[in-house]
Antibody
Framework: EVQLVESGGGLVQTGGSLRLSCAGSGFTFSSYAINWVRQAPGKGLEWVSSMSGSGDNINYAESVKGRFTISRDNPKNTVFLQMIGLRAEDTAVYYC???????????WGQGALVIVSS | QAVVTQEPSLTVSPGGTVTLTCGSSTGAVTSGHYPYWFQQKPGQAPRTLIYDATDKHPWTPDRFSGSLLGGKAALILSGAQPEDEAEYFCLLYNYGPVGALAFGGGTKLTVL
């Protein structure tokens, strides 16, 4: 069974940093891309970043470019999202979502809540 | 800035048929955008229903189907059930920069 579990969310001050983790199981982790998607309270979904299975193809949304960094540790079946310079508008539930064979997203995690407050 | 457009809300009667659409402010949605559709119920993570405009996952109920229609991606629900009441989001791939993804604003579907 495919599982994605996010961790590392919490309350952080404006300008602060946080690192989210996404642990995957039930599939060959290094073979698949992982995406981060966020959802602000009461709002829609917003794509944040994607990394290929090998880690050599990375993309970021303009809203986070230069502040967020995606990385992965395939032996540990984990993808990270390092977030610095956090702003109030980064407050959201952050989901990791797995890519599939020829697909961008198939499975989703349950999400991690990040609250940025002064 | 390019925007992916969806109907904010739609209502369908139980057993009825409804079409949700996904458009682009820059022109037609094409197969090159590999349109996706996701269902999200309150308090839950999204669930992928449709990929590459028309393909279904094993867990996608048969009453859901996808198409490209008139320059938009479409999600067709035939025989709506009460449990289909949810928010539906579309996603376009390679929207703008190569490899970039863009979600539509979502459609709140009421089954009433």
């Amino acid at each position: 069974e495919v599982q994605l579990v996010e961790s590392g969310g919490g309350l952080v001050q404006t300008g602060g940093s946080l690192r989210l983790s996404c642990a995957g199981s039930g599939f060959t982790f290094s073979s698949y891309a992982i995406n981060w998607v966020r959802q602000a309270p009461g709002k829609g979904l917003e794509w944040v970043s994607s990394m290929s299975g090998s880690g050599d193809n990375i993309n970021y949304a303009e809203s986070v470019k230069g502040r967020f960094t995606i990385s992965r540790d395939n032996p540990k079946n984990t993808v990270f999202l390092q977030m610095i310079g956090l702003r109030a508008e980064d407050t959201a539930v952050y989901y990791c979502a797995k890519g599939g064979w020829g697909t961008v997203i198939d499975y989703w995690g349950q999400g991690a809540l990040v609250i940025v407050s002064s | 800035q390019a925007v992916v457009t969806q109907e904010p809300s739609l209502t369908v009667s139980p057993g009825g048929t409804v079409t949700l659409t996904c458009g682009s402010s820059t022109g037609a949605v094409t197969s090159g955008h590999y349109p996706y559709w996701f269902q999200q119920k309150p308090g839950q993570a999204p669930r992928t229903l449709i990929y590459d405009a028309t393909d279904k996952h094993p867990w996608t109920p048969d009453r859901f189907s996808g198409s490209l229609l008139g320059g938009k991606a479409a999600l067709i629900l035939s025989g709506a059930q009460p449990e289909d009441e949810a928010e539906y989001f579309c996603l376009l791939y390679n929207y703008g920069p190569v490899g970039a993804l863009a979600f539509g604003g979502g459609t709140k579907l009421t089954v009433l």
